[in-house]
């Protein structure tokens, strides 16, 4: 959108680092289309794309020979603008127009994480319903069904629910601000290969957020 700028990082596979040392640009969106699988990764809500744990992702992935690009949504780290589910998703689909130009016949994935999961599945639905178009991909990591369940349910919260205004103050208040994230929803009608990552001790997001996003699957078909 214009005066929105977004920052993203662009790692190559492991096996050609050494190439990459020192190579411009245009060398970058070139090695896009050499057959190797493009990550579209999109991080959880804390922090930005340099927090350790994700450059870890980014290491670990790389070692695997995926391309990745890791950005940071709008009003985070080094991106202009303001949080917005809209413009989170806008971003999103920007990036992967980017990325399909540039990368011939090499497959391009979703891979959310915790907050990234809601606007994975956003992003995917939007190309299959607007535009017909299907992502290679979703990968969905610690994902929830929708956001207002979600901040319900997550442990940082347990402390606040029991004072009478918790609803109004912090639920209602995600809906006011058009903040909804329906994984729940968009997951029953995408036609794309979908795998949910989910640890059974997971601090922040409760494992049972994913069982359910994988029965609604298995409710829709």
Known sequence: EPGVTVGIWHTVPGSRGAEAWGKDRRWYEEALADAHPVIIYLHGNGGTRAASHRVQFLKTMGAADFHILALDYRGYGDSSGHPTESGFTTDVLALYDWAKARSGNSSILFWGHSLGTGIAT?????????????????????????????????????????????????LDSLALGNMFFRSDENVKVLGCPLLILHAEDDAVLPSDQGRKVGTTIASAW
């Open 122 to 170: 956003n992003a995917a639905r939007k190309l299959q319903e607007e535009r017909g178009v299907q992502v290679d991909a979703v990968v969905l990591e610690s994902p929830y069904t929708n956001i207002r369940e979600a901040a319900a349910h997550v442990p940082i919260t347990k402390i606040y629910r029991q004072f009478p205004g918790f609803t109004y103050l912090i």
